[in-house]
C-alpha cells in the first residue's frame, strides 16, 4: 500500500511560480515510477509530467513544456513539481501518482496510487 500526500499548492499571479512536493510513504518509493496529473472543474484528468524510478528520465505534456520540472529524491521518499511562468490554464487540482509496475512513461492507466490533491490557482 502506497500513501501519497501532496502540499504546495495555492493561488499565484499569472508569470509566477510554485513547487509542488509529494511525499510517499508505505513502500520502497524507489521502485516506483511517479507522476503529476491535473484536473480542471469540468475536464479529465490529464498527464503533467512523469519520471522513471531512479530519475534519469522525465516526461511532459507539450503544454508544459519549458516550463515545468518533475524531479524525484529518492533519500526524502518525495516527488517534485517545479512549475514556472504560471499561466491562468494552468488552474486545477494537481495529483501525484505512482506506479508500482510501470518503469518508464506510464498511461494514466499504469498509475495504481493516488493522492488526495493540491489545488492550483492562477490569476490573469
Known amino acids: 500500500q502506497v500513501q501519497l500526500v501532496e502540499s504546495g499548492g495555492g493561488l499565484v499571479q499569472a508569470g509566477g511560480s510554485l513547487r509542488l512536493s509529494c511525499a510517499a510513504s508505505?513502500?520502497?518509493?524507489?521502485?516506483?515510477?511517479m507522476g503529476w496529473f491535473r484536473q480542471a472543474p469540468g475536464k479529465e484528468r490529464e498527464f503533467v509530467a512523469g519520471?522513471?524510478?531512479?530519475?534519469?528520465?522525465?516526461y511532459y505534456a507539450d503544454s508544459v513544456k519549458g516550463r515545468f520540472t518533475i524531479s524525484r529524491d529518492n533519500a526524502k521518499n518525495t516527488v517534485y513539481l517545479q512549475m514556472n511562468s504560471l499561466k491562468p490554464e494552468d488552474t486545477a487540482i494537481y495529483y501525484c501518482?505512482?506506479?508500482?509496475?510501470?518503469?518508464?512513461?506510464?498511461?494514466?492507466?499504469?498509475?495504481?496510487?493516488w493522492g488526495q490533491g493540491t489545488q492550483v490557482t492562477v490569476s490573469s
Open positions: 508505505g513502500r520502497t518509493f524507489s521502485r516506483d515510477a
Open positions: 519520471v522513471r524510478r531512479s530519475g534519469t528520465s522525465t
Open positions: 501518482a505512482a506506479s508500482t509496475y510501470c518503469s518508464g512513461s506510464c498511461s494514466k492507466n499504469e498509475y495504481d496510487y
